[in-house]
């Protein structure tokens, strides 16, 4: 009895035969042929929302896939999950990465599929879809929607959204005016794609495709290129051949490959918010990401790709110099090449092949990097007991070991609030604190980046140390301590700072220290109000807030991690 295809998981009424009958009645009614009812299934997961400017192309990209997997013998199924448009949504797009992980776990897992190809792009949709595919246990493969082309302003290229900040903060310095900035709008997202940068989008690419989870070169072609479309059709096709093989990510994410990708993660500069995202799709296999082993691989790992916000190029740049495969290649003496990938091959038969041509300015030689070490570095210390993440590569190394004055936000209202007070006591050698920004508290938004206070970016300041328990968008820079963990919501030592306090960071000694005394820390959290802070009452948000998992577990949620095995 064919139990594959369209006849896998059979809806329950307790009369298999029965249910095989009304499945095959109901898949006549798409008025396919029974040939084509009867081949492997892949299901393609899309994820095109109105809401989410970033996929708009995913229509056109879905047909390209759809084409690959009928050319290759296999039925194309499109079905439709949640969209993340990661600046259309209230309080944050990652308190929903979860719900759309565990959408495209049920989806792919209840419905009739051999192999699923994942289509997303926009920040928290990679990390959703492989932490989903990882649990459903499904063969499964990554495609990525591209980024964006970049545009001009008055013959200045631009890329979302670096330039969207650094414009920004111009603005707000005073040095350009509202009508500026606000003709500046019209050219920082000018096509269809995620954005032109190495944010959280572009670095998410990269470390799927560094996983093995995705086609290789697939991350950087830009979503309106012709490669682009090219790729879809290799997917399918791909896609087929893992329904044919029954491999899953279980066979092809292993400790080595979380590491391979944490070595793309440091050598492209990439994303603060990756560390969190492949915390918690390792997590979902039972993998843990070690700090001391990022820090361990971040100090051995030459930063050798200079995009946006550490460099000055873009992802279309990085693709027409080779994108991962050309990096890989270069970084290959660190590689563990016996890592699986959906290619059927190992990373290290992929690196036989011939190495892509690649512009030495954009993907820099091992022995002329961006920077001798990689962009990300975890800290401890008595502020972060369980650890807080400084991306070195954006920050100013002139603030790298500070010591200086607190300034905090108990929230972010307070922070709306009092930012640009005239009277606001701050001086550009202090401290900004932000607390409330964590998991539990607010669903972790990337409020990280604080501003610089009125009336210091009046004054030409332009960076500071910052230090919060939020995250901060892959297109930002400057001297910012993020995931500060555990957050001050559940009672983390980030609650005890006031203002006045001195703070020391030392990225030289991996260290972030409140010089407060043990009595006078005690007094404090003895006089803490009981409660933790506002609580959603019912529905998603009150499971979230109920089971969301710090920032050193992924933020997931505890009930997907799988059971501890013996
Ligand atoms: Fe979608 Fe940046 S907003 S990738």
Known sequence: MNSHGLYRGLTNYGDQEFARYLRRSFSHSTGRSAELLDRPVVGIATSTSDFNNCHRAQPELVEAVKRGVLAAGGLPMEFPTISLGEGFLNPTAMMFRNLMAMDVEELVRAQPMDAVVLVGGCDKTVPAQLMGACSAGRPAIAL?????????????????????????????????SRDEVTEVEHSLATTAGTCAVMGTASTMACVAEALGLALPGSASAPAVHADRLRIGEATGRAALELA???????????PASVRNALRVLLAIGGSTNALIHLTAI?????????????????????????????????????????????????????????????????????????????????????????????????????????????????????????????????????????????????????????????????????????????????????????????????????TIVLHVTPEAAVGGPLALVRDGDLIALSVRRARIDLLVD???????????????????????????????????????????????TL
């Open 144 to 176: 990525v929607t591209g980024p964006m082309m970049t545009g001009r302003y008055h013959g200045e290229r631009m890329g979302a959204c670096t330039d969207c900040r650094r414009f920004w903060a111009r603005f707000r310095g005073g040095e350009i």
């Open 244 to 254: 044919r093989s029954g491999q899953t990510p279980a066979d092809i994410v292993t």
């Open 282 to 478: 390792a997590g979902r296999l039972g993998i843990p990401v070690d700090a001391g082993e990022l820090n361990e691989i971040s100090d051995r790992t030459p930063t050798l790709v200079a995009l946006k916000p550490t460099g000055e190029y873009y992802m279309e740049d990085f693709h027409a110099s080779g994108g991962v495969p050309a990096l890989l290649h270069e970084l290959r003496d660190s590689l563990e090449l016996d890592a699986r990938t959906v290619t059927g091959q190992t990373l290290g038969e992929l690196l036989d092949e011939p190495r892509p041509w690649s512009d030495p300015r954009v993907v820099r030689p091992v022995g002329d990097p961006v920077r001798d070490t990689g962009g990300l570095l975890w800290l401890t210390g008595s502020l972060a007991p369980r650890g807080a993440l400084i991306k070195r590569s954006a920050a100013d190394p002139a603030l790298f070991e500070k010591t200086g004055r607190a300034v905090v936000f108990s929230s972010l209202e307070d922070l709306a609030a009092r930012i640009d007070d005239p009277d606001l006591d701050v001086e550009p050698d202090d401290i900004l604190v932000l607390r409330g920004a964590g998991p539990v508290a607010s669903g972790m938004p990337e409020a990280g980046y604080l501003p610089i206070p009125g009336k210091l970016a009046a004054r030409g300041v332009r960076d500071m140390v910052r230090l919060s328990d939020a995250r901060m968008s892959g297109t930002a820079y400057g």
């Open 518 to 564: 043990d009595d006078e820390l005690a007094r404090r959290r003895a006089a803490l109000p009981v409660s933790d802070g506002a609580r959603f009452e019912r529905g998603y948000r009150r499971l979230f807030q109920d089971h969301v998992l710090q920032a050193d577990r992924g933020c997931d949620f505890d009930f997907c991690l799988p059971p501890p």
